[in-house]
């Protein structure tokens, strides 16, 4: 039953994810070639604003730009990362081909209404941008600086124009200018013969790639006579198109473009990313200092843990061997005298074995996502492609959060199965979809393009509950399939009295303690922060992988000593102490994250779904960082636990 119930989830899997997998290649593999003439056509990814005050993206054609014929409106294959995050590809009217340069091409002239024209005014005073893209290179500026040049994404729809310098009209002291007028600029590489990868495509044509994509917008207010664009041919700025919503008769407004075409030999396409992702060598100096500040305090803190454990640990052995009477050994006190306590099983244990079985698949999908990282799997050239396999992984790795809860519990000796099988498929994997689900009925209220419509719902939800849900139990089954270990302590039929040793109760030491794990990703959490919330590229995965690692160290030497130090005081509650104690990091995370919010600068212009968006998933950032946390906290306790408890004489 088991193995049919595993190959039925296998189908499943391959049937929902085909869609996807048709549109990934490895980066550097895939080239298009383009002889001359031959058309490339413009895709329009979506209307997107940099910060938080623009976390709402919208389709290309949410704003009345102009259109082609209807046979002409169509879109890229979308995978299913693309569509989660807002992206629609959608191709415009722009008409390019290979060599072909142009000057001053009409796009489209047009009347457009008031209520049109305040559309476009509203989008530019909220300072969004388009995201256009060639042959899958997006659409970048192109800024000169004495380091070299620099990029930066997406198009402007427009600026805002300072029409008053009287302080006491602040409110109408802009004006929304459209940059009606595009300059392309397309970087291209001429293919050699042994490049062309489709060698019986190669003829007596030269054959072409795509290696650039530059645009730099302008506002002209030209002026169209029969079919001509007056003035556009001058570089010198003339008089920007400024936008009247308040006109009832509505606005002409003339969209145009040049092309240019510029041969680039020494950029090769597989290297054409290179150039957009260039970091900033004082970005690079930072993130040293800080990953040599984190292993510092890293070192000392496993200094410290092997003085204090290994000394202690060690002479309590050598004076608990050299007891020998019985009356000595009762006379005794610390950590030894818990034995007969120590494995009892705790309070709660269905949640605990829940938590760190959700915890423990969390962890294998962060270290297989950096490692691929590592590998240059997660190129930007793949759009979607890290959320796609994001999806893919947690429901490929619901056997483990089912095998882990599942022992767990057996171990507790705990005898609702069910509840720990159901709890554990449907904890944080319940938690993430109904959040997804909340979101993406206020982004529809709010008609932003990252809301999914029925049939992606449907199949998120098919991923979850026909294949997630059924590997899940699978796995469960497994556990509590498996052989256990017994305890180096046999339980005492009935509780040993706890001392009472603070008047601070330990979970304000777990607190406490969850700040040291913080300690070592709080810079490198900012900079994870600002990729995801201000759509910065973040490409140091080497950086994030060493921090990731002593945030694991660190997990493991906070819960260890906390451990020793509840058991030292003759508390035999450490179970959920070793969990709460690095899984308390998680507070910090999202204590971070509010203030992350509020120290941003466009706050009071943010859209109020905006704002629900950015809690409702910083929210589940933490809750999910706190289950990693805590999951390696708790199963490095219970080794320490086991191997120290093991040498104690038990008559």
Request: glycine content about 8%.
């Amino acid at each position: 039953m088991a193995g049919r119930t595993l190959g039925f989830a296998v189908l499943i899997v391959f049937a929902v994810f085909c869609r996807a997998c048709d549109a990934f290649y490895l980066p550097g593999i895939a080239q298009e070639n383009f002889e001359e003439g031959f058309p490339l056509p413009v895709y329009a990814d979506r209307l997107f604003a940099p910060g938080l005050a623009g976390q709402l993206p919208f389709e290309y054609f949410s704003l009345p730009f102009c259109r082609g014929p209807p046979e002409t409106l169509r879109q890229q294959h979308l995978n299913l990362g693309e569509i989660l995050l807002g992206q629609r590809n959608q191709l415009t009217d722009y008409k390019i081909n290979m060599l072909a340069n142009e000057t001053c091409r009409v796009y489209c002239s047009q009347h457009f209404t008031s209520k049109e024209v305040q559309k476009f005014a509203d989008k530019i005073m909220n300072g969004y941008f388009v995201s256009l893209n060639v042959d899958n290179m997006p659409a970048v500026m192109r800024q000169e600086t004495p380091k070299g040049p620099k990029f930066s994404m997406g198009v402007p729809l427009g600026r805002q124009k300072q029409s008053s310098t009287r302080v006491e009209e602040v409110i109408s002291l802009y004006k929304p200018v459209i940059f009606n007028h595009l300059q392309f600029r397309i970087r291209y590489h001429r293919a050699s013969p042994q490049s062309v990868s489709d060698l019986s495509a190669v003829g007596d044509n030269d054959q072409y790639r795509v290696v650039g994509f530059e645009v730099k917008p302008r506002s002209d207010e030209n002026i169209m006579t029969n079919g001509v664009l007056e003035g556009c041919e001058t570089d010198e700025p003339g008089k920007e198109m400024e936008l009247h919503p308040s006109d009832p008769v509505g606005q002409i407004i003339t969209f145009s473009y040049d092309v240019e075409f510029v041969e680039d030999q020494e950029l090769h396409w597989a290297t054409r990313w290179d150039p957009l992702l260039v970091t900033d060598q004082a970005e690079v100096s930072f993130h040293r200092r800080y990953l040599l500040y984190s292993l510092l305090i890293t070192f000392i803190l496993s200094f410290l843990v092997a003085m204090v454990l290994a000394r202690t640990v060690y002479l309590d052995y050598a004076r608990y061997d050299n007891l020998d009477s019985a009356d000595e050994i009762e006379a005794e006190s610390g950590w030894k005298q818990v034995h007969g306590d120590v494995f009892r099983p705790p309070e709660y244990k269905e949640y605990l074995s829940i938590c760190v079985g959700c915890g423990t698949q969390i962890t294998v999908i962060v270290v297989i996502t950096l490692a691929f990282s590592l590998l240059g799997f997660w190129s930007p050239a793949y759009r979607g492609g890290l959320l796609t396999s994001l999806i893919l992984l947690w429901v490929l790795t619901s056997v483990l959060g089912g095998f882990v809860s599942a022992l767990l519990h057996s171990e507790f000796g705990g005898k609702n199965r069910k509840v720990v099988t159901l709890g554990s498929a449907f904890f944080f994997s319940g938690s993430m979809f109904v959040t997804f689900f909340f979101v993406n009925l206020v982004l529809s209220f709010a008609g932003s393009s990252a809301a999914v419509r029925f049939l992606t719902l449907l199949q998120l939800l098919l991923l979850w509950l026909a294949l997630s849900v059924p590997l899940n139990v699978f796995g469960a089954f497994l556990g509590y399939k498996q052989k256990l270990r017994e305890y180096p302590c046999p339980t005492n039929p009935l509780p040993r009295e706890i001392p009472e040793y603070s008047k601070i109760p330990p979970r304000a030491f777990c607190f406490l303690s969850g700040s040291i794990p913080f300690l070592i990703v709080f810079m490198e959490l900012q900079f994870v922060m600002e990729a995801l919330w201000q759509r910065n590229a973040y490409i140091m995965a080497g950086f994030l992988c060493g921090v990731f690692m002593l945030l694991m160290i660190a997990c493991v030497e906070v819960s260890l000593v906390l451990s020793y130090l509840i058991l030292s005081q003759e508390d035999y509650r450490w179970w959920w102490t070793s969990f709460w104690s690095s899984g308390s990091s998680g507070l910090y995370v999202f204590c971070y994250g509010l203030l992350f919010f509020l120290g941003n600068q466009n706050l009071g212009s943010m859209h109020l779904a905006s704002v629900c968006l950015y809690f409702c998933y910083t929210v589940l950032i933490s809750e999910g960082f706190t289950l990693m946390t805590g999951a390696v906290g708790f199963l490095a306790s219970r080794v320490f636990v086991r191997r120290i408890f093991a040498a104690v004489r038990v008559d």
